[in-house]
Structure formats: structure tokens, C-alpha cells
């Protein structure tokens, strides 16, 4: 039986540079570089910054998934990159190394959006998704409710997004209040260790019955646990931060998980894939496969390694498109750095017909 061409994706579109070559669905290696120590002492990304690196990182992570997947440019096969949402500098720099790939290798060129990118994340780990499936998307950037059918061919149906901030903007901006290091996330999520959930009583936004089932808002929520921290400050008092940070990270996995189960039960849908970096999460995850299991709904996470930004996920959206036929991209294709997700591939799947 033929094989279908080695898919090398490359990811660029925030802090992390990635590279991974997928063939037939299977992870055959990746590699990633951080410029996330670079960002630390501003508290956040600086994009300059995250772009330069992407400059320096690139070739050398593209030959490291190479190596790690003992394999030589001349076995890929086709060329997948993020082209949107992400920072604009940062995506170009992925583009045009991606570009310059396909160009000189003579290889197709696959746009994919990055949100698309984590949810094949995990196809690479528990094969291909059920159809259809809910799916939770937490990132940094984005927190959406997703019904999705056949990922590279069929619109992406939004049963709910946040109205403001992501699930991990938040965790990110709480921890700075609380004085614990970039990125939050993961901080909030070692601190939140040692503290007790129940010590404070955090809003859960959007759950009363008027609200939308499936929309969120975690702006309130990071208000509220900065008023809190504020009060502790007022009272000269020491502020008791694993406490707040286990029950800042209750709040949001109380949130995420309840709506996404509900979606589940409303659509009779029996599974739930949760992705991106919020993904990650310790009580995101136990909550999720708690309630899914008194629910009997089968939950899908992707190993940790996979929930965060990397060259993998593009991958394996570019091999899913590969063998869907859809059409490559031209090479004057860019980036869209804020590009809503509705297909998985930055570009029509199929070309229109030329008016005569
Ligand atoms: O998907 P991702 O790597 O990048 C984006 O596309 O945004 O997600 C990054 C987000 C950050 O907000 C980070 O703080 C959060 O994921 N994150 C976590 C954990 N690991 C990463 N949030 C909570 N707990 C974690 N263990
Ligand atoms: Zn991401």
C-alpha cells in the first residue's frame, strides 16, 4: 500500500519555534527552542524579541526533528506552517523559512491555523477524531467551545468562546499580581499544590441560568482574585498565595469543565477532547476526567509535551489535509494574525474555477 508523503510543520506564532514530521497520522519526531527565558524579566512576550529568536531557531529546529526522526530533507514530502492567529513578526519569520523550504525543495506549502494545530494534537497520540466531537480549546489567546466533524474538510462550529479574556491569560495575569514568575500557568499550577481550593470562593462567570450555556469571561474572575490580593496588601497582611492560586485554578477548571460536559450531553456527543496549553492544566485535567466519567463521556487530552505550542500539531494538520486532497497553498500566501477559526487550513480547500 503507497504511503503518503513526510509532512514537516513548522510553528512560529508566539514564544516557541517548532518542527515536526508527520506521516499517515504517527509523530515520526519533532523539536522545539523556548525564547520564553528571554521574556521573563517583562513579564510577558515582547514580539521583537520572540521574532528575532524565531530567526535563529528555525533551520536548526528543522534539522534537529530531522535528526530525531532519522530522517534527511529530501524525505519530506509536503510543508505545513502557521500562518495565523499569532504575532505578526513571529508568524512571518515561520512563513518565509517555510516558504523558502517548499520553494527549494519543490514541495507543497499548507497554511493552518494554529487552533486547528492543537486540536490535531492529539491525533497523534489516540488516532483519529471521533465524528463528531466536542472540543475545548484553552489557550493563552483563545478559550472556545468547539463542535467539530471531520477537521480538515468540514467547518469548525463555535458553540461558545470568552467574551474577554482566555482561560490562560488569566492564570497569566493573576500570577503576576501574585508576584509568581512568566509564564503564570504553569506557576499557578505548582503554587496551587499547597493551597486549599475552598479557602476562598471565587466567581464562576457566564453559570447562572440567564448566562450563555457555552460562552466564557474570565475577566471578572482575574479582577477578582487581583481585589483579593489587593485586600491581603491593605491589611498589611502576607498574602497567602497557594490558597489563592488553588482556587483561582478551581474557579476555571470548575468553568471549563462543567460547560464543556453540558455541550456533550446537549448534543449527544460521547466525546471530549480538551487541547492547548491550558490543557496542561493538573486540576483541568482530574476535574475533566471526573466529570466525564460520571457523565460516560470518553475524554481526550494530548500528553503534555503536545498540549503547548509545537512544530508536531502543524504537522499533523498538514498530513490530515495532505490526504484529504486538499489543494496547497500558492506561494504568495501570508499570514493572518488574527484569523478566525472556522477550516483548519488557512486556505481554500479546493481552487474556484477560473472566470474565463
Ligand atoms: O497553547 P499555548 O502554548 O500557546 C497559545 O497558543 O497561547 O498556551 C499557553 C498558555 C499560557 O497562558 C500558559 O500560562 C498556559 O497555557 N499554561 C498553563 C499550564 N501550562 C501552560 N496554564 C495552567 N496550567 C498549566 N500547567
Ligand atoms: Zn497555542
Not at 497520522?25 to 520564553?36: D, Q
Not at 466525546?271 to 470518553?298: F, H, M, P, Y
Request: glycine residues 10%; aromatic residues 4%; negative net charge.
Amino acid at each position: 500500500m503507497a504511503t503518503s508523503p513526510v509532512v514537516l510543520g513548522i510553528e512560529s506564532s508566539c514564544d516557541e519555534t517548532g518542527a515536526g514530521l508527520v506521516q499517515d497520522g504517527r509523530l515520526l519526531g519533532h523539536a522545539l527552542s523556548s525564547s520564553m527565558e528571554e521574556h521573563a524579566r517583562y513579564g510577558g512576550v515582547v514580539p521583537e524579541i520572540a521574532a528575532r529568536a524565531h530567526v535563529h531557531a528555525l533551520m536548526p529546529v528543522v534539522h534537529q526533528a530531522l535528526e530525531n526522526a532519522q530522517l534527511t530533507m529530501g524525505d519530506i514530502g509536503a510543508v505545513a506552517v502557521t500562518t495565523g492567529p499569532g504575532l505578526s513578526g513571529a508568524l512571518q519569520v515561520g512563513l518565509a523559512g517555510a516558504k523558502g523550504l517548499a520553494y527549494s525543495l519543490g514541495l507543497p506549502l499548507y497554511g493552518v491555523h494554529h487552533l486547528a494545530g492543537h486540536v490535531a494534537a492529539d491525533t497523534l497520540e489516540h488516532g483519529p477524531l471521533p465524528d463528531p466531537c466536542v472540543v475545548l480549546i484553552v489557550s493563552g489567546g483563545h478559550t472556545s467551545l468547539l463542535l467539530v466533524r471531520d477537521l480538515v474538510r468540514d467547518p469548525i462550529v463555535h458553540l461558545g468562546d470568552t467574551l474577554d479574556d482566555a482561560a490562560g491569560e488569566c492564570f497569566d495575569k493573576v500570577a503576576r499580581v501574585f508576584g509568581l514568575p512568566y509564564p503564570g500557568g504553569p506557576a499557578i499550577d505548582r503554587t496551587a499544590r499547597d493551597g486549599d481550593p475552598a479557602s476562598v470562593r471565587f466567581p464562576r462567570p457566564l453559570t447562572g441560568p440567564r448566562d450563555a450555556r457555552y460562552a466564557f469571561s474570565f475577566s471578572g474572575l482575574k479582577t477578582a482574585a487581583a481585589r483579593w490580593a489587593e485586600w491581603h496588601q491593605a491589611q498589611g497582611l502576607d498574602l497567602p498565595v497557594a490558597d489563592g492560586a488553588a482556587a483561582l485554578q478551581e474557579a476555571v477548571a470548575d468553568v471549563l469543565t462543567r460547560k464543556a460536559v453540558a455541550a456533550c450531553q446537549e448534543h449527544q456527543v460521547d466525546t471530549l477532547v480538551v487541547v492547548g496549553g491550558v490543557a496542561a492544566n493538573s486540576r483541568v485535567r482530574s476535574l475533566a476526567e471526573q466529570r466525564c466519567q460520571d457523565k460516560g463521556i470518553t475524554l481526550r487530552v494530548p500528553p503534555l509535551r503536545l498540549c503547548t505550542d509545537n512544530g508536531a500539531m502543524i504537522a499533523a494538520v498538514g498530513d490530515l489535509l495532505v490526504r484529504s486532497g486538499a489543494q496547497p497553498a500558492p506561494l504568495d500566501l501570508s499570514i493572518d494574525p488574527s484569523a478566525p477559526l472556522e477550516y483548519a487550513a488557512l486556505t481554500p480547500l479546493t481552487t474556484e474555477p477560473q472566470a474565463a
